[in-house]
């Protein structure tokens, strides 16, 4: 059964810092993409980021692009979302998903993915 857990979430400042993580774990295969996505109240989710275990593409968003980066630990299944000059317009939900049978591959994405996480909440205050 494939679990991901996020982690990393909290209040900061505008300005300020963040790094999430995702701890995947369950998929059969090692070849894999795991997104982050974000849902902001009364918005719609939006994707973030992905990454690929099976070709090494990656996707960020024109939204965050220059401020967040999507990286992944060599060592384990954890995959991280670098934020960085956090705008209050960054408060959201923030999820990680990844697919056990759809796409591997962050060429196309983002599309919708298999398997989410539970959320962690960032708070930017202005």
């Known amino acids: 059964e494939v679990q991901l857990v996020e982690s990393g979430g909290g209040l900061v400042q505008a300005g300020g810092s963040l790094r999430l993580s995702c701890a995947a774990s369950g998929f059969t295969s090692e070849k894999y993409a795991i997104g982050w996505f974000r849902e902001a109240p009364g918005k719609r989710r939006e994707a973030v980021a992905c990454i690929s275990t099976a070709d090494g593409s990656t996707y960020v968003s024109d939204s965050v692009k220059g401020r967040f980066a999507i990286s992944r630990a060599s060592a384990k299944d954890t995959v991280y979302l670098q934020m960085s000059s956090l705008k209050s317009e960054d408060t959201a939900v923030y999820y990680c998903?990844?697919?056990?049978?759809?796409?591997?591959?962050?060429?196309?994405?983002?599309?919708?993915?298999?398997?989410w996480g539970e959320g962690t909440l960032v708070t930017v205050s202005s």
């Open positions: 998903a990844g697919n056990e049978i759809g796409s591997k591959t962050c060429v196309n994405f983002p599309y919708y993915m298999d398997e």
